[in-house]
């Protein structure tokens, strides 16, 4: 089976989202072709969750003074501060048969891939087995928890004009927005009320990636009717300081927040020398996923319908404060 490999770029915040979601898009309404994708951060910036409120969560004050950048993604979790991280996207046709039918399957199966990568890097990784607590404290405790998310179907009314009815959403009319209380699903509402607070790699979750006890890749999911797209941040390098410079953390000073953030969290460069390349990493993961899912990725661009439609995503959605802010368009 043959897999798209696109090529890496670092990329501005929202150039970044409206791709993802094209591929999105397109791999659902053409049931191809499955792809993979590796990138930075031209700049950096903080990516929130699809049902997050900034405001509450984000110094939007402090993220202005430093030039960070504020993008919301099409997928769910909590607030990711991007400087220094690589990160993942696949994309494919919901019935593929590499991934069972359930989200917390195509999680493990794509997780087993990043896991045997970073082990042939010299990482030893494992896959968080708890529901989002850590010793020492519960989520509530901490100053952020993880990025787990069982996935969400995208409402039709946040994708452009000339959408397909295929993408509506299939929840109440009620359901979660960003912001909004999420009543998507008792499995849905239990992990976000436990994500009380801002920083995502404060905690880890379930099926995340540990060395050495911290976390060191977070994921999160969405899925439409015929595809799914899985985001995840592997920590490069890591600044503790930054990051609690941006993100809050109820009732905490940033020196407080930035002390938990550096016993949560490591980085590749905490444990490997800086020789390590983010391509060199890229490829030691793609071998990872060629050989447990026994395919060959073939390196293509975007297609010109991806193109166009990331361009329009990126004009009328990812480049616009009434999404990145309020989660409208």
């Known amino acids: 089976m043959n897999w798209r490999l696109l090529p890496f770029g670092r990329y501005p915040a929202g150039e970044n989202m409206a791709i993802d979601e094209a591929v999105f898009r397109e791999v659902g309404r053409n049931g191809g ?33 430093a030039g960070v950048v504020l993008v919301r993604r099409p997928t769910g979790g909590k607030a990711v501060y991007h400087d220094g991280d690589l990160t993942y996207a696949v994309v494919a046709p919901e019935r593929n048969p590499l991934f069972p039918p359930t989200i917390i399957g195509t999680y493990e199966a794509i997780s087993r891939c990043l896991v045997r990568g970073l082990d042939r890097l010299g990482l030893e ?51 979660g927005g960003a912001g909004g209380e999420n009543r998507r699903g008792p499995v849905m509402a239990k992990t976000e009320a436990k994500m009380t607070l801002a920083a995502c790699f404060a905690v880890p979750s379930r099926h995340e990636l540990l060395v050495a006890g911290r976390k060191i890749c977070g994921s999160a999911q969405v899925r439409s009717r015929r595809a799914f797209l899985q985001q995840g941040s592997l ?11 941006v993100l809050t953390g109820r009732g905490r000073t940033r020196e407080e927040q ?39 990725f073939v390196p293509e661009a ?22 990145n802010l309020k989660g409208r368009m």
């Open 33 to 65: 072709p499955p792809t993979l994708r590796f990138y930075g951060w031209s700049a950096p910036a903080v990516s929130i969750g699809y049902f997050q409120a900034p405001a509450a969560e984000i110094d939007l004050d402090a993220c202005r003074e």
């Open 258 to 296: 930035a002390r938990i953030l550096r016993g949560r969290a490591t980085a590749v460069y905490e444990h490997l020398p800086r020789a390590v390349t983010a391509e060199m990493v890229i490829a030691t993961l793609r071998a990872a996923f060629q050989e447990l899912w026994k395919v060959s």
């Open 125 to 175: 990784a494992v896959l968080a087995a708890g529901d989002g607590a850590a010793p020492g404290g519960t989520p509530e405790e901490m100053p952020g928890a993880g990025t787990f998310d069982p996935g969400h179907e995208s409402p039709a009314h946040n994708f452009p004009p000339g959408s397909d009815d295929e993408w509506k959403d299939t929840t109440p009319a009620s359901g």
């Open 235 to 245: 920590l490069m390098d890591f600044d503790p300081d930054k990051t609690a410079a």
């Open 302 to 323: 975007l297609t010109p319908a991806e193109e166009m439609l990331a361009g329009r995503l990126l004009a009328t959605k990812y480049g616009r404060e009434s999404w």
